[in-house]
């Protein structure tokens, strides 16, 4: 269990080299602008999806905004189950379902407007309300994990409290928030923060990656611009 528990925290604090290749791989489709600069939701998100999807999606944006508002000056941890608890209401469905292709990466917008997405759906959705809500970019990690009982890769987003920390790791699979140390359901590959990857001075490209370079430079784009696909 020990050794489990120091993958974690091993590959997401250390200077390990699978972080510096996932910093390396990821920062030249990031923008600029930080995270905290890209609004959870927008008015213009919430009229398109008046028209474009209705009523009942509008009311889960207004929902989540209202949970923000509401809930930013609360202890973290606390903030921590109130957005997994919101976001545990959607439905887990995978993109071919959703979207009609294999890889897509929804913003929150459109998660709530669909009221259906995967993995990777779920913990931007997560990161990007946590934030809203004060709590330090610092703090959250998207991180790829083998997830033993679907036999995948799957993405989670992982909390440390401090850089020593043991994680609490979020995960669309569940609706329970556990440390890392219980979740022996999950190996984990690797782990990226968004402040990492725009802050590294240098770039460079490995073959498998840009996918998923290109679908997170798209969804920023679509959060930025407001636009719901």
């Known amino acids: 269990m020990l050794k489990w528990l120091l993958q974690w925290i091993h590959i997401v604090i250390s200077k390990h080299r699978y972080v510096k290749w996932i910093i390396f791989c990821f920062f030249i489709t990031l923008p600029a602008q930080s995270a905290t600069s890209t609004q959870v939701i927008s008015q213009n998100e919430i009229n398109v999806a008046s028209k474009k999807y209705g009523v009942l999606a509008v009311r889960r944006m207004q929902a989540l905004l209202s949970l923000i508002a509401e809930n ?119 782990s990226f923060n968004a402040k990492d990857l725009r802050d590294s001075t240098q770039a460079s490209s490995k073959q498998g990656f840009e996918s998923s370079m290109h679908l997170w430079g798209q969804m920023i784009n679509r959060m930025q611009q407001g636009i719901l696909k």
């Open 72 to 190: 930013s000056n609360r202890p973290e941890r606390l903030k921590i189950n109130l957005v997994n608890d919101f976001f545990s209401k959607v439905t887990y469905t995978e993109d071919k379902q959703v979207w009609g292709v294999n890889d897509f990466w929804s913003t929150p917008a459109e998660l709530l407007a669909k009221d259906k997405g995967d993995a990777e759906d779920f913990a931007i959705a997560k990161y990007f309300t946590l934030i809203a809500m004060g709590v330090d970019e610092k703090k959250l990690y998207f991180s790829y994990v083998t997830a033993t009982r679907i036999k995948r890769s799957h993405m989670v987003l992982t909390y440390f409290r401090t850089p020593t920390s043991e994680p609490l790791v979020l995960d669309s699979l569940t609706d329970r928030v556990l440390k890392a140390s219980v979740r022996s359901d999950l190996i984990p590959i690797y």
